[in-house]
Nanobody
Framework: QVQLVESGGGLVQAGGSLRLSCAGSRRIFSSVAMGWFRQGPGKEREFVAAISWNGGTIYYADSVKGRFTISRDNAKNTVYLQLNDLKSEDTAVYYC?????????????????WGQGTQVTVSS
């Protein structure tokens, strides 16, 4: 069982930055791909970014390319999402997710584990 706990969400003005963190249980963290999804008000959950177990493969949704950066530190069992140049449309609950490969996350699943989510609100 992998437990995922997100942190780092909050309220930020448009153009600002946040860094989200997702801490996983140590047991298998370093052997799974990690990713981030988000669900905005009245919207379906959507893929944001994914990173392979060793960081060698990274995917981003077109809407966040050039603004968001995903990274991981397997020694700390943590994956990060740096959010820069935030826009009001980035307002959402952000979820951490784990799967066998980054491509599965990019394609929407199957996702093996989910975090509980962290709220990001961007004010204009």
């Amino acid at each position: 069982q992998v437990q995922l706990v997100e942190s780092g969400g909050g309220l930020v003005q448009a153009g600002g930055s946040l860094r989200l963190s997702c801490a996983g249980s140590r047991r298998i963290f370093s052997s799974v791909a990690m990713g981030w999804f988000r669900q905005g008000p009245g919207k379906e959950r959507e893929f944001v970014a994914a990173i392979s177990w060793n960081g060698g493969t990274i995917y981003y949704a077109d809407s966040v390319k050039g603004r968001f950066t995903i990274s991981r530190d397997n020694a700390k069992n943590t994956v990060y999402l740096q959010l820069n140049d935030l826009k009001s449309e980035d307002t959402a609950v952000y979820y951490c997710a784990a799967s066998i490969t980054a491509s599965k996350l990019r394609n929407g699943g199957p996702v093996d584990y989910w975090g509980q989510g962290t709220q990001v609100t961007v004010s204009s």
